[in-house]
Nanobody
Framework: DVQLQASGGGLVQAGGSLRLSCAASGVPFDRYAIGWFRQAPGKEREGISCINAGDGSTYYADSVKGRFTMSSDNAKKLVYLQMDSLKPEDTAVYYC?????????????????WGKGTLVTVSS
């Protein structure tokens, strides 16, 4: 039974950093893609990063490339999103998700399994 729970959201000033965590139980890390998505108020959901935890390969949306870093702790079944140089436009509810396929750039479009989100607010 796949269960995903994101945590670590909060309020941060522009230019600051925040690290999100996702506890991914029931997810075979060597075979599933795990991703981070976000949805800002009034906007469509956006896929921002995904990882093949087995080999550490990652993909990022252009909007976060160079500022956000996704990683995993396979032994603890945790996935992280380190967010640096945050901007007010990064304000959104952030979700972690999983998909029973190897991660590719197309994985940023959608995934099969979703957890509840965590709110990130970046003040200017």
């Amino acid at each position: 039974d796949v269960q995903l729970q994101a945590s670590g959201g909060g309020l941060v000033q522009a230019g600051g950093s925040l690290r999100l965590s996702c506890a991914a139980s029931g997810v075979p890390f060597d075979r599933y893609a795990i991703g981070w998505f976000r949805q800002a108020p009034g906007k469509e959901r956006e896929g921002i990063s995904c990882i093949n935890a087995g080999d550490g390969s990652t993909y990022y949306a252009d909007s976060v490339k160079g500022r956000f870093t996704m990683s995993s702790d396979n032994a603890k079944k945790l996935v992280y999103l380190q967010m640096d140089s945050l901007k007010p436009e990064d304000t959104a509810v952030y979700y972690c998700a999983a998909d029973p396929h190897r991660a590719t750039p197309e994985s940023l479009q959608d995934m099969d399994y979703w957890g509840k989100g965590t709110l990130v607010t970046v003040s200017s």
